[in-house]
């Protein structure tokens, strides 16, 4: 089951990062800056899928 506060699939991730790996409600763009955590959250977001 998906546990949205098991730490394993969001690793290390601020609380707007946290935010669009639980986004919801259709498509999410993700604009950021280089380091900025982009492939962290997209993963973490594919995860808890």
Same mark, same amino acid.
């Given at each position: 089951?998906?546990?949205? !506060?098991?730490?394993?699939?969001? #690793?290390? &991730?601020? #609380?707007?990062? &946290?935010?669009?790996?639980?986004?919801?409600? *259709?498509? @999410? &763009?993700? @604009?950021? *800056?280089? *380091?900025? *955590?982009?492939?962290? !959250? @997209?993963?973490?977001?594919?995860?808890? &899928?």
């Amino acid at each position: 089951m998906n546990n949205p !506060t098991d730490q394993r699939s969001t #690793p290390q &991730l601020n #609380p707007q990062q &946290l935010q669009a790996v639980h986004h919801d409600q *259709g498509a @999410l &763009l993700i @604009l950021a *800056g280089a *380091g900025s *955590g982009k492939t962290s !959250t @997209l993963t973490s977001r594919v995860v808890h &899928l």
